[in-house]
């Protein structure tokens, strides 16, 4: 006789991994993440959040989706929307976003240019923020771990989010966590995944991008170096690169972004 637990499909099996460690925080504000109980565990969920595909996973024995809430969220009641397996009938599961105040940072840049950069400068920035927006809404329908591992040792500034003032000109609001260090620490991949874009961009100097699965992104930026390859598959601990002081930046430190549903929200509600 076939057993219960072959109900649940093969592709569910793929997409919503059992969680094993620590489990994202819920901060109900924007740039922060919703935890969702969706239920049910018998069917493959097919939830979006703005019309991006969420990522689920099973944690306790439910299926959670865990929402990435853009900064610039309005406030108020929200919702997830979508099925399950092949059924035709549409769900909305709401949420309320309340208000956060980010502090601000005002920054000098003694290289002005990466500031307000010259005219002939603007078609490799607009190719590279293309680029980025493309690596951002990568979403695999692979297993996923959010026990993230933090990707290098040092202070962390709890920055995201902070309105920054560069040379007393406003810029768009940090999008990550920098984490202090000294030039050349090793960067620790948090989770598996694979090698989505990287390279030597104007503003984020040496970056690479990693796709760890049903929306889950990061980003690490400003590294000296890096030791991965385009494509490359990548296990958890592995190292992808170092430390350094690339492109706009007012010393060595690794600026690490962390993207769901397409959009980054703050790294360290991942963070044990």
Request: hydrophobic share 40%.
């Amino acid at each position: 006789m076939r057993s219960s637990f072959t109900l649940i499909s093969l592709s569910l099996l793929m997409l919503c991994s059992p969680t094993i460690g620590a489990f994202p925080k819920q901060s109900l504000v924007p740039g922060g993440i919703a935890l969702i109980d969706l239920k049910r565990v018998d069917k493959t969920p097919n939830f979006t959040f703005m019309g991006k595909p969420v990522l689920t996973v099973l944690h306790r024995g439910t299926l959670m989706a865990i929402v990435g809430l853009p900064l610039n969220l309005k406030l108020g009641e929200h919702f997830i929307q979508g099925s399950w397996g092949e059924e035709k009938s549409l769900h909305k599961l709401f949420f309320s976003i309340v208000d956060k105040q980010y502090s601000t940072q005002r920054i000098e840049i003694k290289d002005k240019r990466k500031v307000n950069p010259y005219a002939k400068d603007m078609d490799r920035i607009l190719a590279e923020k293309k680029r980025k927006q493309i690596a951002r809404l990568v979403f695999s329908p692979m297993t996923v771990n959010v026990d993230l591992l933090q990707p290098v040792e040092g202070i962390m500034t709890g920055s995201y989010g902070r309105r920054r003032i560069f040379n007393g000109q406003k810029k768009r609001p940090h999008s990550g966590m920098d984490i202090a260090a000294n030039q050349g620490t090793p960067v620790l991949a948090p989770a598996a995944g694979k090698v989505i874009e990287l390279g030597d961009f104007f503003f984020s100097g040496n970056l690479v991008y990693i796709d760890h699965g049903q929306g889950l992104i990061t980003m690490f930026a400003h590294l000296s170096k890096t030791n991965v390859k385009l494509g490359q598959s990548i296990s958890k601990g592995d190292i992808v690169g170092e430390v350094g002081a690339t492109g706009r930046v007012t010393g060595p430190h690794l600026h690490w972004s962390l993207g769901l549903n397409g959009t980054w929200i703050d790294p360290k509600l991942f963070l044990d």
